[in-house]
């Protein structure tokens, strides 16, 4: 298994003061979890950026705070960003128990071909791109691939409960939940929605041009008639 370490170290500055921590490259983090206090720390966003990649949320790291020796075996559980620029404003790890269960969000990855989509009226649609898990620290996947090729008919599906998990591994999301189905194209409801929409138009026309003609018949009528001059 590959080791992922991370150094960090006690934060001083905290709340709002914590943004200068960013402008000198550096990113607050937050311990808790399990057997820990809450622990306020920091980490240089170069480091961190490349453990987040590298992690996800699925795979454990071994946290070094200030000069401890032994790592804290932890996972990230939640990652601030700014709406705007995307940069990182704050990250939160959880520490866990080698021996004790926990429960993780784990990304669904489809793979294969769906013998359906040959057919041009057929669309795949992927209603879940991730499902709870519940187990050991050390038995979380890193993503729970998805085999579209038994996909072969219109309207068929597959469920959470057909899911090929990990020994160990028990999925907390509803199993009748779907996870990617296919389904038949929208295009004849949208062409009958167009051409009544046209025609509606069409029929629309004539009656407003018929009613601008009657309304400057009628101001015409209105208008009192100039008397000639006599000579």
């Known amino acids: 298994m590959e080791q992922i370490e991370l150094h960090v170290s006690t934060r001083e500055l905290m709340g ?20 820990t206090e809450p622990m306020a720390l920091q980490c240089e966003t170069v480091h961190l950026k490349q453990v987040l990649k590298t992690a996800g949320k699925t795979k454990l790291v071994g946290l070094m705070v200030d000069k401890h020796k032994k790592p804290r075996k ?13 940069e990182l404003v704050h990250v939160d790890f959880f520490q866990v128990s080698m021996e004790e269960k926990i429960k993780v969000d784990v990304p669904v990855v489809l793979v294969g071909e769906a013998p359906a989509l040959k057919v041009k009226t ?13 187990c050991l620290p050390d038995r979380i996947p890193e993503t729970i691939q998805v085999d579209i090729s038994v996909l072969v008919e219109d309207d068929q599906s597959i469920l959470v409960k057909d899911l090929v998990l990990g020994e160990g591994v028990v999925a907390l999301t509803n199993p009748a939940q779907v996870v990617v189905r296919i389904a038949p194209l929208q295009i004849e409801k949208v062409e009958k929605k167009v051409v009544a929409e046209v025609a509606e138009g069409a ?29």
């Open 16 to 35: 709002k003061k914590s943004r200068f921590l960013r402008r000198q490259g550096v990113t607050p983090v937050h311990l808790f979890g399990y057997d």
């Open 74 to 86: 932890v996972v990230v559980r939640e990652v601030q960003k700014n709406a705007i620029s995307g």
């Open 122 to 134: 057929n669309m795949m649609a992927q209603d879940l791109s991730a499902v709870e898990i519940e």
């Open 203 to 231: 029929e629309a026309a004539p009656v407003a041009e018929g009613a601008a003609e009657g309304a400057k018949e009628g101001k015409e009528s209105k208008e009192p008639k100039k008397e000639e001059k006599k000579g």
